[in-house]
């Protein structure tokens, strides 16, 4: 059974910087492909980054590119979202998602994505 576990989010004011981590079960990090979502209320989930199963490969969103990096630590099994200059439309609850298909791509539709974490709260103040 594959388990995430985000933490790291909080309250910062806009143009400061958070780290979120999951941490993931067994060999999750080095075997599915990765990926970030959120989610702001009353509004759908969205992309944010992900990267592929092998590391070879990454997706931003538009509105992230430039300001957010995602990075993996395969000895602690872990994924990183370091987000700097953030803005008040980053306030949003934070998903980490693992994907069990190979692709050359990262996919950035939710639903293709086989297991989820419970998320965490980044709140970002004006």
């Known amino acids: 059974q594959v388990q995430l576990v985000e933490s790291g989010g909080g309250l910062v004011q806009a143009g400061g910087s958070l780290r979120l981590s999951c941490a993931t079960s067994?060999?999750?990090?080095?075997?599915?492909?990765m990926a970030w979502f959120r989610q702001a209320p009353g509004k759908e989930r969205e992309f944010v980054c992900g990267?592929?199963?092998?590391?070879?490969?990454?997706a931003y969103a538009d509105s992230v590119k430039g300001r957010f990096t995602i990075s993996r630590d395969k000895a602690k099994n872990t994924l990183y979202l370091q987000m700097n200059n953030l803005k008040p439309e980053d306030t949003a609850a934070y998903y980490c998602?693992?994907?069990?298909?190979?692709?050359?791509?990262?996919?950035?539709?939710?639903?293709?994505?086989?297991?989820w974490g419970q998320g965490t709260q980044v709140t970002v103040s004006s």
């Open positions: 998602a693992a994907d069990r298909g190979w692709f050359p791509v990262v996919r950035t539709a939710g639903a293709e994505y086989d297991y």
């Open positions: 067994g060999r999750t990090i080095s075997t599915y492909a």
């Open positions: 990267v592929r199963s092998d590391g070879a490969g990454t």
